[in-house]
């Protein structure tokens, strides 16, 4: 057939020549000499040239000629055409709804990175393994907050003040920042707390019931205070800030 012949010959110009010759050829005929594919033999024009097509029709002629014959039962014998892979057949998704499921193809195996159905447990056990390399995720669910934190994992604890003290600002700032030193009454662990607002230090004595929060940074310390993780918010049961503008007074003790 015509398609054999193209993928048997390298050029349709080749085949042409083969059967030109084939044809031209008496009984005491002299065949000529062949010609090389790719270089013109013109005078005057010499090195590498791109080989000329033959037209369809001629070609198709060539090979309904009887000289022919012998020329494509040899190429015939000689070639192996190569089997192709038959495409597979698409169907839309109503078809492959009403498919049954013996009739449809079998599920590759998995690789790469699971996505889509049946890939939800997959995902779900990566993701409980790699949220630990997270720091807050580790920090919260460690559970190293109730051994570390003094407040063991509360956002207020009440103390006892044991003395007033004034933290030296870190540099470049130079000042004395008021705090005092309680003693938690839950654990008993002495901690550092800053006193907020001028002047409030006014309303702390020593033995004072103080209400101590966290510093709003989750454990570190703020501004230029060192080493100082938490804050005063309450005095005897009344808020700082309330004592601060005047609103409500210290209860006497």
Request: net charge positive; proline share 8%.
């Amino acid at each position: 057939s015509t398609s054999l012949l193209h993928s048997c010959l390298a050029t349709r110009r080749q085949l042409c020549s083969r059967l030109v010759l084939r044809s031209d050829m008496g009984s005491g005929a002299r065949p000529l000499p062949p010609r090389r594919i790719g270089h013109s033999l013109r005078p005057g024009r010499a090195g590498p040239t791109a080989p000329r097509r033959a037209s369809p029709r001629r070609f198709s002629s060539l090979c309904a000629s009887p000289a022919a014959q012998p020329v494509l039962s040899l190429l015939c014998a000689s070639h192996t055409p190569r089997l192709r892979r038959p495409l597979p057949q698409r169907l839309s998704a109503s078809e492959r709804r009403a498919a049954p499921l013996a009739s449809r193809s079998p599920r590759s195996p998995a690789t790469g990175k699971p996505r889509g159905v049946n890939a939800a447990r997959k995902l779900r056990t990566v993701r409980r393994t790699q949220r630990w390399a997270q720091k807050r995720y580790k920090k919260a669910h460690l559970g190293t907050q109730f051994k570390c934190n003094p407040f063991g994992g509360s956002s207020h604890c009440k103390g006892i003040v044991l003395e007033k003290i004034g933290i030296e600002a870190k540099q470049p700032n130079s000042a004395i920042r008021k705090c005092v030193r309680a003693q938690l009454i839950k654990n008993g662990k002495k901690i550092a707390a800053f006193v907020p607002r001028d002047g409030c230090l006014n309303f702390i004595d020593e033995n004072d019931e103080v209400l101590i929060a966290g510093f709003g940074r989750k454990g570190h310390a703020v501004g230029d205070i060192p080493g100082v993780r938490f804050k005063v918010v309450k005095v005897s049961g009344v808020a700082l800030l309330a004592l601060y503008r005047e609103k409500k007074e210290k209860p006497r003790s």
